[in-house]
Protein backbone atom coordinates (compact mmCIF):
# COMPACT_ATOMS: atom_id res chain seq x y z
CA UNK A 1 0.00 0.00 0.00
CA UNK A 2 1.44 3.28 -1.09
CA UNK A 3 0.46 6.13 1.43
CA UNK A 4 0.64 8.68 -1.52
CA UNK A 5 -1.68 6.44 -3.91
CA UNK A 6 -4.31 6.34 -0.90
CA UNK A 7 -4.10 10.78 -0.32
CA UNK A 8 -4.46 10.43 -3.92
CA UNK A 9 -7.55 8.61 -3.71
CA UNK A 10 -8.89 10.44 -0.84
CA UNK A 11 -8.52 13.79 -2.14
CA UNK A 12 -10.44 12.62 -5.59
CA UNK A 13 -13.18 11.14 -2.78
CA UNK A 14 -13.98 14.24 -1.16
CA UNK A 15 -13.24 16.27 -4.40
CA UNK A 16 -16.18 13.98 -6.10
CA UNK A 17 -17.96 12.32 -3.31
CA UNK A 18 -20.60 10.37 -5.48
CA UNK A 19 -18.82 9.69 -8.14
CA UNK A 20 -18.98 5.77 -8.30
CA UNK A 21 -15.22 5.19 -9.08
CA UNK A 22 -13.99 7.16 -6.24
CA UNK A 23 -15.82 4.99 -3.26
CA UNK A 24 -14.46 2.14 -5.24
CA UNK A 25 -10.86 2.62 -5.84
CA UNK A 26 -11.10 3.53 -2.16
CA UNK A 27 -12.72 0.62 -1.15
CA UNK A 28 -10.60 -1.47 -3.33
CA UNK A 29 -7.37 0.13 -2.00
CA UNK A 30 -8.47 -0.41 2.07
CA UNK A 31 -9.07 -4.12 1.30
CA UNK A 32 -5.43 -5.57 1.80
CA UNK A 33 -4.54 -3.06 4.96
CA UNK A 34 -8.16 -2.01 6.96
CA UNK A 35 -11.00 -4.91 6.11
CA UNK A 36 -13.29 -2.80 7.87
CA UNK A 37 -12.69 0.96 6.08
CA UNK A 38 -13.31 -1.35 2.83
CA UNK A 39 -16.27 -2.72 4.07
CA UNK A 40 -17.91 1.07 4.84
CA UNK A 41 -16.71 2.29 1.36
CA UNK A 42 -18.41 -1.00 -0.28
CA UNK A 43 -21.69 -0.68 1.46
CA UNK A 44 -21.78 3.07 0.60
CA UNK A 45 -21.69 1.64 -2.85
CA UNK A 46 -24.44 -0.69 -2.41
CA UNK A 47 -26.21 1.63 -1.15
CA UNK A 48 -26.15 5.39 -3.09
CA UNK A 49 -24.90 2.78 -6.33
CA UNK A 50 -26.65 -0.37 -6.76
CA UNK A 51 -26.18 -0.74 -10.53
CA UNK A 52 -21.92 -0.23 -9.83
CA UNK A 53 -21.78 -3.67 -10.60
CA UNK A 54 -17.86 -4.60 -9.92
CA UNK A 55 -18.82 -4.00 -6.09
CA UNK A 56 -20.73 -7.12 -6.54
CA UNK A 57 -18.06 -9.76 -7.22
CA UNK A 58 -14.98 -7.67 -4.62
CA UNK A 59 -17.56 -7.46 -1.82
CA UNK A 60 -18.51 -11.10 -1.67
CA UNK A 61 -14.80 -12.05 -1.58
CA UNK A 62 -14.24 -9.84 1.09
CA UNK A 63 -17.21 -11.53 2.94
CA UNK A 64 -15.09 -14.80 1.91
CA UNK A 65 -12.15 -13.45 3.54
CA UNK A 66 -13.97 -11.89 6.86
CA UNK A 67 -15.63 -15.89 7.33
CA UNK A 68 -19.21 -13.83 6.37
CA UNK A 69 -20.15 -16.57 3.84
CA UNK A 70 -24.13 -15.98 4.19
CA UNK A 71 -23.17 -12.31 3.58
CA UNK A 72 -20.98 -13.19 0.76
CA UNK A 73 -24.08 -15.73 -0.61
CA UNK A 74 -26.33 -12.74 -0.74
CA UNK A 75 -24.05 -10.19 -2.13
CA UNK A 76 -22.84 -12.78 -5.11
CA UNK A 77 -27.36 -13.29 -5.57
CA UNK A 78 -27.77 -9.47 -5.90
CA UNK A 79 -24.73 -8.89 -8.42
CA UNK A 80 -26.08 -11.54 -10.49
CA UNK A 81 -29.70 -10.43 -10.62
CA UNK A 82 -28.52 -6.80 -11.25
CA UNK A 83 -26.00 -8.13 -14.29
CA UNK A 84 -28.87 -9.89 -15.29
CA UNK A 85 -31.21 -6.71 -15.69
CA UNK A 86 -28.49 -4.69 -16.59
CA UNK A 87 -27.74 -7.01 -19.63
CA UNK A 88 -24.00 -7.04 -17.91
CA UNK A 89 -22.88 -9.77 -19.75
CA UNK A 90 -18.88 -9.89 -19.08
CA UNK A 91 -19.71 -9.35 -15.10
CA UNK A 92 -22.62 -11.80 -15.06
CA UNK A 93 -20.09 -14.71 -16.41
CA UNK A 94 -18.00 -13.46 -13.48
CA UNK A 95 -20.25 -13.19 -10.84
CA UNK A 96 -22.03 -16.73 -11.79
CA UNK A 97 -18.02 -18.32 -11.71
CA UNK A 98 -17.10 -17.03 -8.85
CA UNK A 99 -20.12 -17.96 -7.02
CA UNK A 100 -19.92 -21.63 -8.38
CA UNK A 101 -16.65 -22.06 -7.00
CA UNK A 102 -17.89 -20.41 -3.65
CA UNK A 103 -20.72 -22.70 -3.76
CA UNK A 104 -18.27 -26.11 -4.20
CA UNK A 105 -16.30 -24.68 -1.66
CA UNK A 106 -18.83 -24.65 0.85
Do not use: C, V
Not at 13 to 36: G, M, R, T
Not at 38 to 49: D, G, N, P
Not at 62 to 84: P, V
Amino acid sequence: MSQSRLEHLIEFFNEAPDDPFNIYALANEYKSFDQKKALEYFKILIQKHPDYIATYYHLAHLYIELGEDQNAQQIFEMGIEIATKNNEAHALRELRSAHDEFMMED
